[in-house]
T-cell receptor, first 114, second 114 residues
Framework: AQKITQTQPGMFVQEKEAVTLDCTYDTSDQSYGLFWYKQPSSGEMIFLIYQGSYDEQNATEGRYSLNFQKARKSANLVISASQLGDSAMYFCAMREDGDYKLSFGAGTTVTVRA | DGGITQSPKYLFRKEGQNVTLSCEQNLNHDAMYWYRQDPGQGLRLIYYSQIVNDFQKGDIAEGYSVSREKKESFPLTVTSAQKNPTAFYLC?????????????FGPGTRLTVL
């Protein structure tokens, strides 16, 4: 069964506007971590933000924030004040405690327009 | 600077050949991973290693082999038994521990079978 679902294959956003990338996950574990990575056209995976299942506050890192709704099993990424350099593919991933792998979603391609 | 290096960046293989992809890290991380990425898709785990001289199969290990003789190094061999090896290969590492440690990725190797 798919553990991470990203339903938006591609999105366009105007420069300086905010964009929300959807991510839902499936686990029966109580302890897990949720991650967002950015993959520019160069291919390298860049870690953006992390949310632990026990964290009560939504994670924030600069222009990135994670809208964590545990009961709905969703972990949406919000990018505020989009910049041209934000154009990339974005992946949501989950790691269950006791498991060493990251389970990735299929990704969302974001294109920022000037 | 600490990080993960992968070589080569591009690799071309003829049918029936084995090739080895290099991955080196100087982050002093215990755990290392190999992922495969096909166009427009997320990452899938091939192998991972938690400590030296020990490694475990991931979701798509068939046709691949690894070794972990040194903490810093985790080479991946793509054997002739791998039916469709053309893909982007990413190596990652993390602190040995719980779900709460992000994985750091190398720049990737793009393998093409001629």
């Amino acid at each position: 069964a798919q553990k991470i679902t990203q339903t938006q294959p591609g999105m366009f956003v105007q420069e300086k506007e905010a964009v929300t990338l959807d991510c839902t996950y499936d686990t029966s574990d109580q302890s897990y971590g949720l991650f967002w990575y950015k993959q520019p056209s160069s291919g390298e995976m860049i870690f953006l933000i992390y949310q632990g299942s026990y964290d009560e506050q939504n994670a924030t890192e600069g222009r990135y924030s994670l809208n964590f709704q545990k009961a709905r099993k969703s972990a949406n990424l919000v990018i505020s004040a989009s910049q041209l350099g934000d154009s990339a593919m974005y992946f949501c991933a989950m790691r269950e405690d006791g498991d060493y792998k990251l389970s990735f979603g299929a990704g969302t391609t974001v294109t920022v327009r000037a | 600077d600490g990080g993960i290096t992968q070589s080569p960046k591009y690799l071309f293989r003829k049918e029936g050949q084995n090739v080895t992809l290099s991955c080196e890290q100087n982050l002093n991380h215990d755990a290392m991973y190999w992922y495969r990425q096909d166009p427009g898709q997320g990452l899938r785990l091939i192998y991972y290693s938690q400590i030296v001289n020990d490694f475990q199969k991931g979701d798509i290990a068939e046709g691949y082999s690894v070794s972990r003789e040194k903490k810093e190094s985790f080479p991946l061999t793509v054997t002739s038994a791998q039916k469709n090896p053309t893909a982007f290969y990413l190596c990652a590492s993390s602190i040995f521990g719980t779900a709460f440690n992000e994985q750091f990725f190398g720049p990737g190797t793009r393998l093409t079978v001629l």
